[in-house]
């Protein structure tokens, strides 16, 4: 499918909603049943290595993306959780390994979307430094779909690290490896147990290796852990008193956990100006209707 | 009804200036745009003296301009219509650093320089550098998402701000963003950053702040021809390499710099790259002999290695005080900002040349490579009859080169008054109309720095705002 025959499969009328790979389906809430289900065209568009940018269409596997990205040795922001890339910045979550690969947000430099209107609407643009106008992408990314139906990106992408390798430890006190470590990939923390991803040159790999080890005794390790089902979004501080069956993400606040997080409030002049987004954007509610960020 | 003036100085008593003098300094910003009329300009101390001052321009029917250091060169800042003036320069407190949490929650009004260097004992620093970063504050750096040498590896503002403590344009008080990992809602934090005055007025801002690097390696690489060096940018970046900075200058800026602080460039070079890395001793020395290798393939000529702290801070002092070394060749200067896909930076550089000798103009270029980030500075004499009309028809054409080459208005200065006009080149009706319905959620009705960005035709009720103030309302 083309981007074209997606503007006109979205169309100018009805409630309808865009189907990834579903993994996220219930997020903001459930989907009302009378809403049309399409799904966005797939494909990698151009990919420029030296440019460190890649412009691909919204349905395509992120695990695709990576593929192709990792045979220039270069990766993205993206979480590869079985999705698409146009669920991954409609969801806004970012990757596991979010200290080395960056947020999700810095990484989409341009949006195409289609409007409740039917209009293919760019915000942003293709090079990696741009402040023409007002930040489209950063509104749209996270947004799941309520306020344009995003049908085509371009991304930054990364050079992968020379060297990478995960370690754990049973000794080492988490909180003490952010302190040590000047550029980790990631520091997880399941309470009894850390496991950090080191990256970088290889000799800046051995020297951050030679630091760890006055913290403990670690081990290689194959990967993070098995994360519990449910993300929840802390300050980095409230990792400390974390308690129950966790994974936590060390110096980010991420944290992974059997239970549901409560519903976050928004402060009333933020719920009001996120109310005018959505009745600017899409005056009818034909998007995502039964799905609310806020 | 009372007077406005009365109604600000109820609540700031005699920080709410009026006199001609003052009002005519706050005309402009650091740019070339006349034609700014400030109203009475508010010196507040707290967020309460924000909030009243929005709620007091509300009830008058006035718009409101936040200032800052006034350093913006896109005419951000630049009053129109003789709106109240707030200014947020005195509001310059560093409120709290968390080296746990690697934050510091801070005044708008805080010098960036401030910042980095209030910070420098604890071994942390804030990452976004302007050039203007002396003088420039953090508060205009959220309005402009502004940039630097060293947001190559980086990244601009945005990526450094957490959360903050807003007065919209209604004048409601609130908080953006937060401090956990991944805040709940649309992301208003992010689209607020960048918004150029028009989206509220940050009062608190919580920023990233970053660890200084214990290893940083600072090169030196001269070349006959500004097309080698951009050459080399972008074989660097193919190389997969992200130095922390890669900054070119041509031979003219060369000169201008030396003649001005003695940085130790070359003056008989057709350009430098300024590249530096940074991180741990170990893969800063395989960076930096990388970058100096693939340097030598595109033909550099020589490559000098800052040895100690002191070389490299001549090195970047001779970068960031080029826009002053321009004033000892004329006393005017227009800088554009624009941004190219790093692999078209030769070609697009060799049009600018081409552009200027046209108009007869003197150009310099001094640019952050590595992002791709153009900042031809056209040189002249605003004395020159008819002068103003050249730099302008050269400026235009830079941009169209610059956007027919796959490129963006800005870089980092914003859009302001000056890219407005050229808004309609790189986006559509469509994608207008898109970025003034985000506008108009944060302000419905245009009462924050109306007249800026968004073209006209595509903007809401900007011209009741930007009427001219009747004589005589001063009271």
Redesign the interface.
Known sequence: MSLDAFVDEIGDTGPVSVAGARTRWDLGGTLDPSARIVTAPTGVVEY?????TVTVLAGTPVHELSQVLAER??RCALPDRGGTVGGAIAV???HLEVLGR??L??SVLQVRYV?AEG?????G????????????P??M???IGT??MIGEVILRT??IPATSIWVESSDADP?TVADVV??PGVILSNSATTRVLVE?????V???MEALRKLGTWNECDGPFDCPPHRW??????LRSLEGVHVA?I????AWREVEQPR?N?????V???R??KS??DPTGRLNPGRS?? | MSDLVDDLRAVLGDRVRTDGAQRALLRRDASVFEGGSAGPICLCDNTAEVQHVVRTAITHGRAVVPRGAGTGLAGGAVPLGEPVVISLARMNKVLEV?V???IAWVQPGVVNLDLSKHLAPLGFHFAPDPSSQQVCTIGGNVA??S?GPH?LAY??T??HILAMEVV?PDG?????G???????????R??F???EGMLGIATRVAVRIT?N??AVRTLLLSFETTRQAAATV?SV??A???PAAMEVMDQRIIIAVENYVHAGYPTDAGAVLLAEVD?????A???AARIAEIGRAEGATAVHLAEDENQRALLWKGRKTAFGAVAQVTPNYYLHDT?????KLAEVLDRVYEIADRHDLLVMNVF?AG???LHPLLLFDAREPGVYERVHAAGAEIVEASLAA??????????GIE?QPY?SM???D???D??E??????D?ACRSNPGK??PEGHSCADIQHLRTVPEGVWG
């Not at chain 1, 970088?200 to 800046?204: E, L, Q, S, V």
């Not at chain 2, 991180?279 to 893969?283: K, N, V």
């Open positions: 420029l290595p030296d440019e460190m040795g270069q806004g979550e970012n960056g947020t947000r810095a409007s209009r293919l609407v760019k915000g643009g293709p090079t990696v430094k741009n402040v023409s106008g007002f930040d489209i950063r509104l990314t996270g947004a306020l344009g990364n050079p909180f000047l550029r970088g040159h290889a000799p800046d051995a020297s951050a979004s802390l300050e980095p501080a409230d993400s110096g980010v606040g991420t976050r928004l402060p009333g002049p933020v009001e100006i996120s005018r987004l600017n954007f960020v806020i | 968390d746990d949490a690697r402009n998402n940039g947001c990244g601009v945005n990526a919209l409601e008080v609130t908080v953006l937060g401090l956990d990992a991944e805040p709940a809602g649309y992301d208003l992010g689209v950053v960048g918004g660890p690097p214990p972008s970046i193919a997969g390499i992200v991180g741990l001793e170990g893969g020395e395989i960076d941004v190219v896909p790093r692999s952050h992002d791709g980030n796959g490129g963006v208005l800005s870089g980092e200065h914003g859009v890219k808004m790189l986006f559509s469509d994608d207008l898109h970025q319905r985000l506008r108009r959620a944060f419905p960005v968004i």
